[in-house]
């Protein structure tokens, strides 16, 4: 067995980049940025107001002062003239500032009557203008790589950029083996269950900007698995979900090194996810996970988002831990790096995390109540409540 660090390790060098793509801005939420953006002018291009009001000449930006509205600047539309001394043009927001003027007095501190306006005696102290280049000037740049946010998006449309160069999306194959297993719907056998792990599996891929595809379920059979391994063909990454052991019916590594699998690494010092196998198999990369539900959840979060952030070309590595205070007693840890499943308890200072009970990997009931993973170093020793422990926040995991 190899350390969860190690196998992190050797998982991210199977990692290739997916290459890249162009895609509209309406398509480009959540995607990630390639190629930086840059700005051919500045934003605004034009010293533009900031309030509806009346645009005047700052040194006569007096209480009482008297003006004379010569024209009128709406959003849009410049205004053609320039403003002399004891004069003023209406003006509304986002419009450019008249020429002549560099203050725009807001239109609740004014007085109108017919062309004549008087100023308040209590003026808004700002000058109520936004600069030219206030924003974003000519040369600046959207950097890359970035997972692109709405804010991103909204900037990248700023700049006038109509499309963006993209990371193209990791195609990842599911096959999920086992004589046990059917698919949600069916109605099972009595010594069957239903397959659920790839369904989890694929919201958290195309959660990151992964797209993946459910094949066929693999029975326990070596015809079986190969048919669904060809059907895999031109994915980035091939993920499998169980079959990964050593019993009788475990055929998975055997199959896959027949059809050529270079095996990286084979079980892990890890709870859950002992059985944890990659390798490249052709021109993919191939991640083995355990067959038990948690196991495969905890897995692929580990080790399978890694590797699609960084074939993104995404910066990769451990996933973030974060520190809490333990909120039960524990007993000591053994020669596995345990990702216990915990309640997180957010207070005026450190959280509290609390790990439940029953730690099966089969059960997803936990997971699903689950608000982040403990994590115990191999041979940690007892722990009392009070005491100082690290976890991985599960809440952009699974929600």
């Not at 669904?228 to 979900?241: H, M, N, Q, S, Y």
């Not at 990964?244 to 270079?262: K, P």
């Not at 909120?327 to 915990?342: F, I, K, V």
Request: with cysteine; net charge negative; aromatic share 4%.
């Amino acid at each position: 067995m190899i350390s969860v660090a190690e196998a992190l390790d050797k998982c991210l060098a199977l990692a290739t980049p997916v290459g890249t793509e162009t895609v509209s801005l309406t398509e480009a939420g959540g995607r990630v940025l390639a190629a930086p953006v840059t700005a051919y002018r500045d934003q605004p291009p034009f010293s533009a107001s900031a309030m509806d009001g009346y645009a005047v000449r700052d040194v006569e930006a007096i209480p009482g002062r008297r003006l004379k509205v010569v024209g009128e600047a709406p959003a849009g539309r410049h205004w053609p003239g320039t403003v002399g001394p004891g004069e003023a043009v209406r003006i509304f927001t986002g419009a450019p500032l008249p020429e002549g003027t560099d203050r725009v007095v807001i239109q609740e501190d004014v007085t109108r009557d017919g062309d004549r306006i008087t100023l308040g005696r209590n003026l808004d102290s700002g000058w109520n203008v936004r600069p030219s280049g206030a924003d974003f000037q000519a040369g600046a740049t959207l950097d890359a790589p970035r997972r692109l946010s709405p804010a991103d998006v909204a900037l990248a449309a700023a700049m006038n950029a109509p499309v963006l160069t993209v990371s193209r999306k990791p195609q990842v194959a599911l096959i999920a083996t086992g004589d046990e297993l059917v698919s949600p719907g069916e109605d099972p056998a009595p010594d069957q269950i239903i397959a659920s792990n790839t369904y989890g599996l694929k919201a958290r891929i195309d959660a990151v900007g992964g797209q993946a595809r459910l094949l066929p379920i693999a029975r326990d059979k070596r015809e079986s698995l190969e048919q669904v391994f060809d059907l895999a063909k031109g994915a980035d990454v091939i993920v499998t979900i169980g079959g990964a052991s050593v019993g009788d019916h475990d055929l998975v590594g055997e199959v896959a090194q027949g059809l050529g699998l270079d095996r990286a690494f084979y079980k892990i010092a890890m709870r859950p996810g002992k059985p944890l196998m990659a390798g490249r198999l052709g021109d993919a990369a191939l991640l083995g996970l355990p067959g038990n539900p948690v196991s495969a959840m905890v897995c692929a979060e580990l080790f399978l988002i890694p590797m699609l952030e960084a074939m993104m070309g995404l910066p990769s590595g451990p996933r973030p831990r974060l520190k809490a205070r333990l909120g039960s007693d524990l007993d000591a840890n053994g020669p596995r790096e345990h990702y216990m499943r915990a309640r997180l308890d957010l207070g005026d200072g450190l959280p509290t995390l609390t790990p439940y009970g029953r730690q099966d990997s089969s059960l997803l009931t936990v997971l699903s109540d689950a608000s982040a993973l403990l994590v115990r170093p191999v041979d940690d020793p007892r722990r009392r409540a009070g005491d100082m422990v690290e976890y991985v926040p599960l809440a952009a995991m699974f929600s």
